[in-house]
Every structure is written in C-alpha cells, then in structure tokens.
C-alpha cells in the first residue's frame, strides 16, 4: 500500500472503548452473520486475544480504527477467531497485518499451529489463508446456518508454526 509517510498504521491490544467501532466494522464485513460477537466477554476472557488495527495521521493527530482480529488460545493450538477489515481498507494490506500479529501471538503462546473454519463459499478468505500458508485440512458439514435457514459447510485450515 503506498500510503503518505505522516499515516502509520499500528496494531495494538483491543480495548473496551473500541468496541462501538469494532461493532460497526464487524456489522460491515459480517452483514450475514446471526450472532454478533460478544466482545466485552472476548476481552476479559483469558483465552482469548483481540487486537486492534488503528490508522493514525501524524499530521492531524488522528486516529481511527480500521480493522480487528481475534485468538483463542489452546495449549499448543491458536484458533482464529475472525479478522475483519473496513470495507475501504480491504485489499490495503491491513488484513495481513492483523493475521501476522496474530501469527506472532500465536508463537508467544507456544502454539504449535494454527486453525481457524472459512465458509465454503468465502472465496476471498479462502485465497487469503492459502496465500498465508495456511491449509485445507477437512469440511464440517452443515457447520454455518444461513439466514435462510439451510446450511452450508465450513472448511477448516491449519499452518503449522512449530514441528515436534
């Protein structure tokens, strides 16, 4: 992304004030999504891990927040949870941004690899994993309830960070 050297991106821990944001984000890039994401509960869970993808004009001493991604930690396993990023920052580079933290996170954590559940028909996410090294590894059937009410299947991918 060629982006003006007074506007940095940073990613940080995600806090309760963002959340209003984040719901808003979340509502964007999920419009087909059920259930929301109890984020007040994902912060203060000690398993989980949420940051925060924020843009800052240094110029203006602006900041706003543009995308977000969540862990859940398991001994020796991380699971993404979901990385969203705002419509008109999508295809900026944020998204592998969020998933390269994540991947640090998970390394922190002593996970061994990572797993994380696609909707079959998310073929942009699909491309983006397998891009990053992540893998098919099976299907869950029946796994996301439509608005319509029939199902689809999920496909699970994994990379793998550390080999015993």
Not at 4 to 16: A, G, H, S, W
């Amino acid at each position: 992304m060629n982006k003006p050297k007074d506007i940095k991106i940073n990613i940080r821990e995600m806090t309760l004030n963002d959340i209003n944001v984040i719901k808003k984000i979340e509502y964007e890039t999920y419009k087909k999504k059920d259930e929301p994401i109890d984020f007040y509960n994902e912060i203060k869970n000690h398993f989980s891990q949420y940051v925060i993808a924020e843009i800052i004009d240094i110029k203006k001493e602006i900041t706003n927040i543009i995308g977000f991604a969540g862990i859940w930690i398991f001994q020796g396993e991380t699971h993404i949870a979901q990385i969203a990023v705002a419509k008109k920052w999508q295809r900026k580079n944020i998204g592998n941004q969020l998933l390269k933290h994540c991947t640090a996170l998970a390394k922190e954590y002593g996970a061994q690899h990572i797993v994380l559940e696609v909707h079959e028909k998310n073929i942009t996410s699909n491309k983006f994993f397998s891009a990053n090294n992540f893998i098919e590894i099976k299907k869950k059937k029946n796994y996301y309830k439509n608005k319509d009410g029939t199902y689809s299947d999920a496909i699970i991918m994994k990379k793998i960070l550390f080999k015993r």
